[in-house]
């Protein structure tokens, strides 16, 4: 059974940091692209970074861009995001997640495609004053 394991989210002040921890199991997680959505309250699924299986290619949405990073640990089967300059409306429910298939290119996801991703229960972030 696939499961990820989603922490590290809480509550934070504007300017600041926390680093998300996505522990995978149940597959073969060095085999498999990886990412990170988030879902804030009353919105839909929004996709924030991708990971190649080996590291080296990342992607980033424009709202996250330079603010956020992405990385993963293979030998741990786990996935990261670092998430830096946090502003309130980065407050949302934050998810790690992957295809169903292995070795998919990074790609930027729209909503709809978001949705279809498997993913963990998520991780809390609340960024307020």
């Known amino acids: 059974e696939v499961q990820l394991l989603e922490s590290g989210g809480g509550l934070v002040q504007p300017g600041g940091s926390l680093r998300l921890s996505c522990l995978g199991s149940g597959f073969t997680f060095s085999s498999y692209t990886m990412n990170w959505v988030r879902q804030a309250p009353g919105k839909g699924l929004e996709w924030l970074a991708g990971?190649?299986?080996?590291?080296?290619?990342?992607m980033y949405a424009d709202s996250v861009k330079g603010r956020f990073t992405i990385s993963r640990d293979n030998a741990k089967n786990t996935l990261y995001l670092q998430l830096d300059a946090l502003k309130t409306e980065d407050t949302a429910m934050y998810y790690c997640?992957?295809?169903?298939?292995?070795?998919?290119?990074?790609?930027?996801?729209?909503?709809?495609?978001?949705?279809?991703?498997?993913r963990g229960q998520g991780t809390q972030v609340t960024v307020s004053p």
């Open positions: 997640a992957k295809e169903a298939a292995a070795y998919q290119v990074v790609k930027i996801y729209n909503e709809y495609e978001a949705g279809r991703l498997q």
């Open positions: 990971i190649s299986v080996g590291g080296s290619t990342v």
